[in-house]
């Protein structure tokens, strides 16, 4: 049977997972009765909560006697990681992009990849029945975007379709026919070329490992040469044609749909999984046992923020998880490094704390998140940037981003101001249709810690924000924090709500009455720029004195909900998000007031 090889590239919410859930359909990949799940190659529940797609994953259709294996990425520059493996087991790369919003940083950032190891794109403009579409113009800024990314003449005279993901159809004009997605079929068998055979024995890079229950680790990648059946000796070899193990090959899954199966060989330029090894990694090679050199894998760009994953030493600690020692911790943080090569861990000497780094925040929270639903307990410190030296000059570097943002004319002047204070420069500003701007920045990591939410606030909800990692350039200075201090609670126990009532003139809660509280805990914001340290423990004094008025009921303003997000972008260097499966706390690193005097007073002397 012929193969062709593809993955499908584009930004968040341009409709990459609709588009597959359509080609599935009209490829036949589903009986005529199956109940099929909508977006169904998101199958992790933070994928189907979130509505973005985390993981890269490998499905296949059949169309007219040709298997089209088609990998699904990841939108979000946070999981970029994933991306940059899948690409090396392509030939070819579908570019979707929304026909108002235009191409994306993302979109940037996942092309530039793609065209620098030679893929020819397809390019399809999707959604072209929204009411603010702007075709032409999108087309254009495409070609733009190619030329910019040194695209050759090839790359440059790419395919172009139109059409509606949701609504199941592509054409080769804007207005249909609007006919199902035959003219994309069409499109693949005639633009992508059939995978390059290699000769020689088996030989295999690992892209994308997981862990299945049943068959233990399982890895993914494309057979670049030979043939290999169950059963089968092989070895397993790292980047530098080191030996890491050898065994048998226990059973090779085929991708069929939405189904995996079982087949007796895979042959060169199929996509499969394998299972019967203990140790092989994503980016080793496994090859026959005569085999010596390992395969090429696509280097993998260096981490920018980093975390401090430490054991949860609260006075409530072990009372909602059940998962909270250190050796636990280390070990899942191991194994999730192992398959997540955007994602690296260290240990800090002398302490039971992990150092975690990866491409953003995003990409951290959603590892914490997934932490916590398997029942781990742990506290977790603020981002930090990752600096870098300058080897010629000794000057520290910092990592800057392309920052975009789509805001509404009347909240741009906000918008800039903030971001000039976080230092940022505006390279671009432009209108985007719609009274809307498009106002590009580049501006430090550091800067933009946190400054999600304030966005929304500044826009009324109206802005989009998109960042991509852009260089490495000299430390741009200072930059303000949170304004505001804490309010602290002196003592543990349960909140009162007439504590709280009296409280509110402090500044917001962020806790409810009946809520278990700790001395060291945050519990509010404090209107000013001071920690303040505050009773929510006290009740009410009962006499049977009656005064009129002094009986009114107990009105609480709703307190500051926290998410996962949310709070690891408010904490300050010496504040700490406990984590456990059923609370998000925020707390000071030091619980007692007078070790935190010390530790003020010691930095102040310094």
Known sequence: MDLRNIAIIAHVDHGKTTLVDKLLQQSGAFRENQRVAERVMDSNDLEKERGITILAKATSVVWNDTRINIVDTPGHADFGGEVERILSMVDGVIVLVDAAEGPMPQTKFVVGKALKIGLKPIVAINKVDRPDARITEVVNEVFDLFAAL??????????????????????????????????LFELVMKHVPAPKVEEGPFRMLGTLLEANPYLGRMITGRVQSGSIKPNQTVKVLDNSGNLIESGRISKIMAFRGIERTPIEIAEAGDIVAIAGLSKFNVADTVCAPEVTEALHAQPIDPPTLSMTFLVNDSPLAGTEGDKVTSRVIRDRLFKEAEGNVALKITESPGTDAYVVAGRGELQLAILIETMRREGFELSVSRPRVVFQTDEASGDRLEPIEEVVIDVDEEHSGVVVQKMSERKADMMEMRPSGGNRLRLVFHAPTRGLIGYQGELMTDTKGTAIMNRLFHAYSPWKGEIQGRRNGVLLSTDSGEAVAYAMW???????????????????????????????????????????????????AVRLTPPIRMTLERALAYIENDELVEVTPKSIRLRKVKLDPNERKRADRTKEAV
Do not use: C
């Open 150 to 183: 040194d695209a050759n003449d090839d790359q440059l005279d790419f395919p172009i379709l139109y059409g509606s993901g949701r609504n199941g159809w592509m054409a080769d004009a804007p207005d249909g026919p609007q006919e199902g997605m035959t003219p």
């Open 502 to 552: 009296n409280l509110e003139d402090r500044g917001p809660m962020m806790i409810e009455p009946g809520w278990k509280v700790y001395q060291g805990m945050i519990i509010g914001e404090h209107t000013r720029e001071n920690d303040l340290e505050v009773n929510v423990l006290k009740g009410k004094k009962l006499t049977n004195v009656r005064a009129a008025g002094k009986d009114e």
